[in-house]
């Protein structure tokens, strides 16, 4: 069981771009989510056959990793205002889904 850790959040000006990573070894990467305040956690992009991206990020967000860091990262590009959440790395983990604590992305409008 290995708790994944997000990192790469902050504050922007909507249009601006964030690189978020998740680092995590020995995991199985499942997925980018997030959650606003007041809102239920939603999910940002999923690995099935090939990236499932939520309508809301398509065409804005992509995945990538590096296999020798362990890291998957998320380039966040032309961020809005709605965007702003708090982002979580799902990994699953010796039978065990696992979240890390989250990084915080801010867009300002």
């Known amino acids: 069981q290995v708790q994944p850790v997000e990192s790469g959040g902050g504050l922007v000006q909507a249009g601006g771009s964030l690189r978020l990573s998740c680092a995590a070894s020995g995991s199985i990467f499942m997925g980018w989510y997030r959650q606003a305040p007041g809102k239920q956690r939603e999910f940002v992009v999923t690995i099935t056959t090939g990236a499932n991206y939520a309508d809301s990020v398509k065409g804005r967000f992509t995945i990538s990793r590096d296999n020798a860091k362990n890291t998957v990262y998320l380039q966040m590009n032309s961020l809005k205002p709605e965007d702003t959440a708090v982002y979580y790395c799902?990994?699953?983990?010796?039978?065990?889904?696992?979240w890390g604590q989250g990084t915080q992305v801010t867009v300002s409008s």
């Open positions: 799902n990994v699953y983990s010796k039978g065990v889904m696992m």
